[in-house]
């Protein structure tokens, strides 16, 4: 092929001796599974079917909350990690509104395709769509108001509300959606009823209910809390009757079997949640034998209209589920929005650790590790990958010094090694490739440190070695180098830490990346500068460090600071992966070969938002692997 035109096609795709680099093949999510839970609603249509809205976007579940699946398909993509809301059509389980960026969405086909409505005014949430599709309840401070056409236009209701009444919300009788309820606030609060649909209204309560919720399966049953007791009417907000006083604040509140229904409710305070369940016939409350784990900060749950049903709850840390009334809860979160994920270690084909989480089963199912540390740094041993050292944050509830941690197992169990380490927190580690057992730690404030012993003791590199490190790492070939990026630039020493040589002079130096197949090739990235110094550089060298050119990053010129990473690929050392957030915007993946340009692997990346480390993984099948806010994603690559 031409190679002028080779270039002017890949200006649209790749560069062309990095084409056959990428498949076709989009990012897709692999874990860790399990990040923060927003809402959760279960479709009156298909008891199985739930939707839910977390840091990773929509998901759906179709068995229960067993497992999820991304649901915001061609949303936009900021808008689609933005949408909340959530409200099913209780005639079709394939049919969901939600809101976001100030517009409706409403989807038909279980989230793969979204169609966008105008709101009927600034700031009005959407609160409940009448069985058929056609007619939905939306408002907010501005009022409430209708629409008896998908939400094409609206129509605001005033007959029987005081004027600048507020709606907080709105639930729609199952057995006859011509009732309705709505909790007001204003000169008149209170629960108001309409009989007609909407034409007109009367309060039926003298003061607003929150979480006000129609019995799914009894007709002229409301429930709400009023912020001190749980209410009930029977009678279709005639009377009421106080069924429970919970001990804190309700987070959330669904209804189990029963006719009246069973109530459960989640009352938390901090990051302790409790469930609690009011007997339907009779009203008696108790406790669920057993809460879900006390860090897990639950806020929202769902329960099975069944007898033998499951109890969902969602919090910080994605799903649990009890199928035994509270007795016991275990994880119910695969395929559900990842969870926030640090450094990334490769183990082998379907073993991979990243942050906190280690999976066997390439990202189905994901183990927590040393609880109560926060992992900032993996690596390996070159010659066996069981042996891992993590590097962690300092733990400042009892003021111990910095820790490594190490594993012969592959992260199923560690060891911890401090011997000659101080407070500081840990920003990298590196494993000597011609020398297993000997490891190199950086500290964001102390220096570098080294182990001759696998990690069994420690000591700090005096002299002039760097301070304020960000990245170290080492050249496994005869030189013998090892290289730190620091808050001043890139430094160098060949002899073990006696000696540093300074080959870049930045305000900060973020990442650096040695090519494991040709020495002579080195990449540096700059991470912070101000409006006096030139822009924000990529770095590039070929002669082993001796020289650097000057590149152009990806981002905009103006940009005082970029996180970036870096990952080399290991069968075409001219091609560098980088993935970086200019200026805490959202982020993206790029590839550069040979003498450029960059160009952008960011499409299907499902978040983009906090981008933490990029990991290039040549094996039988090449991949690449980004740890973003919700978790990792891969891209399989062109063997």
């Avoid at 090694?417 to 950086?442: E, N």
Wanted: glycine content about 12%; some cysteine.
């Amino acid at each position: 092929m031409n190679p002028n035109r080779c270039r002017a096609l890949l200006v649209l795709a790749v560069a062309c001796s990095s084409a056959a680099a990428l498949s076709a093949s989009p990012w897709r999510p692999v874990g860790p599974w399990g990040g923060t839970v927003v809402e959760v609603v279960r479709s009156p249509a298909e008891p199985s079917v739930l939707y839910a809205t977390a840091s990773g976007g929509i998901h759906r579940s179709t068995d229960g909350g067993l497992t999820w699946a991304s649901a915001h398909g061609d949303l936009p993509r900021r808008t689609g990690f933005g949408v909340g809301q959530l409200t099913p059509d209780p005639s079709h389980a394939e049919t969901l509104w939600g809101a976001g960026d100030g517009t409706f969405w409403q989807t038909r086909d279980g989230g793969a395709h979204w169609t966008a409505r105008q709101p009927p005014a600034a700031g009005a949430r959407l609160f409940a769509v009448a069985p058929g599709g056609e007619t939905l309840f939306a408002g907010g401070a501005a009022g409430l108001f209708q629409s008896h056409d998908r939400g094409l236009t609206w129509q605001r209701l005033r007959r029987g509300f005081q004027p600048g009444y507020g709606v907080v919300g709105l639930s729609i009788d199952a057995s006859d959606p011509r009732r309705v309820w709505a909790s007001v606030r204003g000169k008149e609060p209170g629960v108001y009823m309409t009989h007609d649909g909407g034409a007109s209204w009367r309060r039926v309560l003298a003061k607003k209910l929150f979480l006000l919720r129609a019995d799914p399966h009894s007709a002229g049953v409301v429930v709400g809390w009023d912020g001190a007791n749980v209410l009930r009417s029977l009678d279709a907000g005639r009377s009421w009757q106080v069924l429970a006083t919970p001990p804190s604040p309700i987070q959330s509140l669904d209804f189990g079997p029963g006719s009246p229904s069973r109530i459960l409710y989640l009352a938390s305070y901090d990051i302790l949640a409790r469930v609690f369940a009011i007997d339907g016939a009779s009203g008696a409350v108790s406790e669920l034998d057993a809460a879900p784990a006390q860090d897990f900060g639950a806020n929202v749950i769902a329960a099975s209209p069944s007898a033998d049903g499951g109890i969902l709850v969602g919090g910080y840390r994605g799903f649990v589920r009890s199928d035994d009334q509270g007795a016991t809860w275990v994880r119910s979160d695969t395929g559900f929005a990842g969870a926030f994920s640090g450094p990334i270690a490769i183990l082998g084909a379907a073993s991979w650790l990243a942050g906190n989480e280690r999976t066997a089963d390439g990202g189905k199912h994901w183990t927590h590790f040393l609880p109560g540390q926060t992992v900032t740094a993996l690596a390996f041993a070159p010659n066996d990958r069981r042996v891992v050292y993590a590097g962690t944050r300092l733990a400042r509830i009892d003021g111990g010094p910095a820790r490594i941690y190490k594993s012969t197992d592959g992260g199923t169990t560690w060891e911890r090694s401090a011997k000659g380490l101080r407070s500081i927190d840990v920003t990298a580690v590196a494993v000597d490739p011609r020398d297993p057992a000997t490891l190199y730690l950086a500290t964001e404030y102390d220096g570098v440190f080294q182990s001759r012993d696998a990690a069994a003791h420690w000591r700090r590199l005096t002299g002039d070695a760097p301070t304020g490190a960000t990245q170290l790492t080492i050249a496994g070939t005869a030189a013998h180098c090892l290289f730190v990026t620091t808050f001043k630039g890139l430094r160098r020493s060949c002899d073990d830490g006696a000696t540093w040589d300074s080959l870049l002079e930045l305000s900060s130096a973020l990442d650096v990346a040695l090519s494991r197949t040709d020495s002579s090739r080195i990449y540096a990235v700059e991470g912070y500068t101000d409006a006096s110094r030139p822009p924000l550089r990529y770095w590039r060298s070929v002669d082993g460090g001796a020289s650097f050119v000057a590149l152009p990053l990806p981002i905009p010129p103006e940009s005082t600071s970029f996180t970036a990473h870096l990952a080399i690929d290991e069968r075409r050392p001219d091609t560098v992966y980088l993935a970086g957030s200019p200026d805490s915007r959202d982020g993206n993946v790029w590839v550069w070969t040979g003498e450029g340009p960059w160009h952008e692997l960011g499409d299907g990346l499902g978040s983009r938002e906090h981008l933490r480390h990029l990991a290039y993984d040549a094996g039988a099948k090449p991949r690449l692997f980004v740890s973003t806010a919700a978790g990792v994603y891969l891209h399989p690559l062109a063997e």
